[in-house]
């Protein structure tokens, strides 16, 4: 996946995440798969997604655990 591919698909993401309140972890893979981001980088959208307003949420519509603390440390 291009970087411009990525920008893309991050900024669908937050608009529909802002919109809706909410993305499922499912949702957020089909846009962005494994490779597509390193893990700073999924990190910092998870991070950067909740502090927007919106929940992640794990296949049963429960909000996803996802860890705090930066992949540095």
């Not at 998870?46 to 540095?72: H, K, T, W």
């Amino acid at each position: 996946m291009k970087t411009s591919d990525t920008h893309r698909a991050r900024k669908a993401l937050f608009q529909r995440g802002i919109q809706r309140g909410a993305l499922s972890l499912g949702e957020i893979d089909a846009a962005l798969p494994g490779d597509a981001l390193s893990p700073a980088e999924r990190w910092l959208l998870f991070y950067s997604l909740r502090a927007a307003g919106v929940e992640i949420l794990d296949d049963n519509g429960a909000e996803a655990p996802v860890d705090d603390r930066s992949p540095d440390g």
